[in-house]
């Protein structure tokens, strides 16, 4: 795709670089925009936002307690305590999928085995 758009063949596409997409990653979301990937950093944007704001909501709720909610006190800090995990493991996920995508973008063209040109040529030499 982005050799379609800046009108550049696929093979002069820049690598990615495994330690730059790490401190990006640092920034939820960052990392999975260095490596093009948008829809990823969207979407880890957009969990961490929501994991923030539910666990700011069941804090408030703890903290400022009335006999007239919902749930008993204990489920808000239960519930604020699991929403402060979320956050995390969406960080870490997002920080070690920017870095495995940034390491194995070039796959495709690595693992173009130079043996299946050469079965092909030794095919067509024997025709």
Excluded: C
């Excluded at 260095?34 to 923030?52: M, P, R």
């Excluded at 604020?80 to 495709?108: C, E, P, Q, S, T």
């Amino acid at each position: 795709m982005i050799g379609f758009v800046f009108a550049l063949p696929l093979k002069e596409e820049k690598l990615k670089n495994s330690k730059i997409a790490f401190y990006w990653s640092l920034v939820p979301g960052l990392g999975q925009a260095y490596n093009g990937k948008w829809v990823k950093s969207i979407s880890i944007v957009g969990l961490e936002l929501a994991a923030y704001a539910a666990w700011i909501e069941n804090k408030d709720s703890y903290n400022n307690f009335k006999d007239t909610y919902p749930l008993p006190k204990h489920r808000y800090l239960q519930k604020r305590n699991k929403y402060a995990w979320w956050i995390g493991f969406i960080y870490v996920y997002g920080m070690i999928d920017a870095v495995v995508d940034a390491h194995l973008h070039n796959f495709d063209h690595l693992m173009a085995s130079p043996l299946e040109s050469e079965k092909k040529r030794k095919i067509k030499d024997a025709e």
